[in-house]
């Protein structure tokens, strides 16, 4: 299906989101998008492609939250270092229990006031919680028992390997785009990516053959309705 053109952009809906689909869905490059666009007669330059990202990626991650169920009640909170500019800087990353990306924030620091920040960021759009699981990290800790001493907390490695797990993706992009150049855009670029990733890539081990090729049915239709709703 083609949809009409946006207010002034000059191709359809659709040519652009597919560039989106594809740039998040795989491990692609601009470049690469713009030569897979190429192949359908679609002639752009990977600037428009990136435009495009970073335009649009933001619009369809808050679909995708905005019809996806509330989350679980158990959520896995972890950090992972990034190098930005040859600085070390910390992506914090929460995933509840059925392994949806709750939020992510760049932060400089690894300490109790980033954890705050990020707490508080969570909690705004999400609520709270039953269970919160971590690393030894103190700073979760003194976190948990100033902001939200109600939440079961537990703090053990081998039971946080979920959100472990999740920061793969961002290794492998990381990669790809030869690091982030600012924690601005690492922000703009992950906390759509970990959006569009989860929509595409159900556990597909726990799925038959016939209930996966459903999953990924749906998912290609929601993407489809998000198209269409996208705006300038």
Request: glycine share 4%.
């Amino acid at each position: 299906m083609r949809f009409t053109p946006i207010k002034g952009f000059r191709f359809p809906r659709s040519v652009i989101g597919y560039a989106v689909w594809a740039y998040h869905r795989f491990a692609l490059s601009l470049r690469d998008v713009e030569d897979l666009l190429a192949s359908r007669g679609v002639r752009v330059s990977y600037e428009t492609v990136r435009d495009w990202v970073a335009r649009f990626g933001r619009q369809f991650a808050a679909r995708i939250r905005r019809d996806r169920p509330g989350p679980a009640d158990k959520w896995h909170l972890d950090e992972v270092v990034l190098s930005i500019n040859s600085k070390k800087h910390w992506l914090w990353r929460a995933v509840d229990a059925n392994g949806d990306v709750l939020d992510i924030l760049v932060q400089l620091r690894r300490n109790t006031r980033a954890a705050k920040r990020f707490f508080r960021k969570l909690f705004r759009r999400w609520g709270q919680p039953r269970v919160l699981i971590t690393d030894k990290l103190g700073s979760y800790a003194a976190t948990r028992a100033e902001i939200a001493p109600g939440i079961e907390h537990r703090q053990h490695k081998r039971l946080n390997n979920r959100a472990e797990a999740s920061h793969r993706h961002t290794r492998r992009r990381e990669k790809i785009m030869g690091r982030f150049k600012s924690p601005r855009q690492a922000q703009r670029f992950l906390a759509p990516h970990d959006q569009i990733v989860a929509l595409f890539r159900p556990k597909r081990h726990r799925l038959s053959a016939r209930s996966y090729r459903h999953t990924r049915a749906d998912a290609f239709d929601l993407w489809t309705g998000y198209a269409a709703e996208l705006a300038a």
